[in-house]
């Protein structure tokens, strides 16, 4: 998934990584720019959060967020969630067995070992260990496509670099880092964020998504930007998500470069206010206009969440009988106005270690704080 295309090579290099290098980023909304007193990324609050929670949008009113870290619901994963977890943590696990091969084989043998990467098994973490058929077949056309595609990288380097060292080779032909580890302490963010992928030619965030295309979704590339730049004080101005689909045996694998600028900055930043303030304020949103059909919290928030995705369904389906579908209908819902819901109980406690998924389609341990 991580391997471009040489249009996209070209793409990258003669454009989009000039066009970063002009553009003007206000100093402000940098990320190393958080100890000021009037800097708009310092944090109001004190109630840290992963990344996702302050990017996704999947429960419009952040009544998610809300119903996790202030009523101490973590909600139960759906199928899609689990399937994008374990989808997400086999992709890290390739990028990984991938490079510790190169690391151990010589040079001169490597492509002859690389076939090794179709059969050997790859080691996921807890707990996920039992598959349904369905993943594991996606998992193997996972493997085949970007085995494939490192022999193809790695012949080709070859050619041209014969005399190449393994550390070099792996750096040219793999030049990612998954799992990337981060702490955003200094944005008000968790201090365990972890990066989808980091390409290290730019450098370009990279966030993998297995679902559909979504508009708030180039904020989770901006919210892991804004943290590398407090971390390591260095300009992060392009993004890529990484959008994969399985259809015919293979991968379809689209990918959407984007520009980190002052606008998605900006955005980022008012949503982790926003969101932080209902935490730390303790103040329910109420359920949103559209209730997500796969959101986890549906069970807890209640009927009136359910009723709302049952009306949905109905309407859409009346319309598409109908003949008479405009863009959108299918995602208006007709119904009253949101209702309040669950106080919070006296024995959910704000200041413990908060647990929570993390994304909506990325279901993770319950430790991680991305």
């Known amino acids: ?13 003669r454009k989009l990584l000039p066009e970063a290098r002009t553009i003007q980023v206000h100093p402000t909304l940098r990320g190393w720019h958080w100890a000021e007193i009037d800097a708009p990324a310092r944090p109001t609050y004190q109630a840290p959060l992963g990344v996702s929670e302050v990017a996704n949008r999947y429960c419009s009113s952040g009544r998610d967020v809300f119903v996790q870290r202030v009523l101490g619901q973590r909600g139960f994963p759906t199928a899609d969630m689990e399937e994008g977890t374990l989808l997400h943590a086999f992709a890290a696990a390739w990028v990984t067995a ?4 190169m690391y151990c084989t010589p040079t001169a043998a490597i492509m002859e070992a690389l076939p090794k990467l179709l059969d050997d098994p790859i080691v996921l973490p807890e707990p996920a260990q039992t598959l349904s058929a369905e993943v594991a077949a996606k998992m193997q056309t996972m493997r085949r496509f970007e085995t494939y595609r490192l022999l193809a990288a790695t012949q080709g ?15 040219q032909v793999l030049p990612v880092v998954v799992e990337q580890r981060v702490d955003g302490q200094f944005l008000g963010l968790s201090p365990h964020l972890a990066v989808d992928a980091l390409f290290i030619h ?5 966030d993998l998504k297995f679902g559909l295309r979504q508009p708030f979704h180039r904020l989770t590339t901006t919210g892991y930007a804004l943290a590398l730049e407090s971390a ?21 694998v689209e990918r959407d470069f984007h520009f980190i600028d002052d606008e998605l900055r900006t955005r980022f930043i008012e949503e982790r206010d926003r969101k932080q303030r209902l935490v730390e304020e303790e103040l329910d949103p109420g359920l ?6 796969r959101c986890r919290h549906l069970g807890f928030c209640g009927a009136e969440a359910q009723r709302r995705i049952s009306s949905r369904t109905s309407r859409a389906a009346t319309v598409r009988a109908a003949g008479t579908a405009g863009p959108g209908d299918a995602g208006r819902v007709a119904g009253s106005e949101p209702a309040a819901g669950p106080r919070r109980p006296a024995s959910a406690n704000l200041d413990a270690e908060p647990q929570f998924a993390e994304s909506e389609e990325h279901w993770d341990s319950a430790n991680r704080a991305s």
Not at 157 to 171: E, M, N, S, V, Y
Not at 202 to 206: L, Y
């Open 1 to 13: 998934m991580y391997f471009l295309t040489e249009d996209e090579r070209r793409l990258l290099q």
């Open 98 to 101: 991938a490079k510790q091969l």
């Open 157 to 171: 380097t070859l050619a041209r670099q014969p005399d190449i060292g393994r550390d070099a080779l792996a750096g």
């Open 202 to 206: 730019g450098p370009i965030v990279m």
């Open 232 to 252: 390591h004080e260095t300009p992060v101005d392009l993004g890529c998500i990484v959008y994969v689909r399985f259809g015919g045996g293979t991968l379809i």
């Open 288 to 293: 949103p206009d559209q209730c997500y059909e």
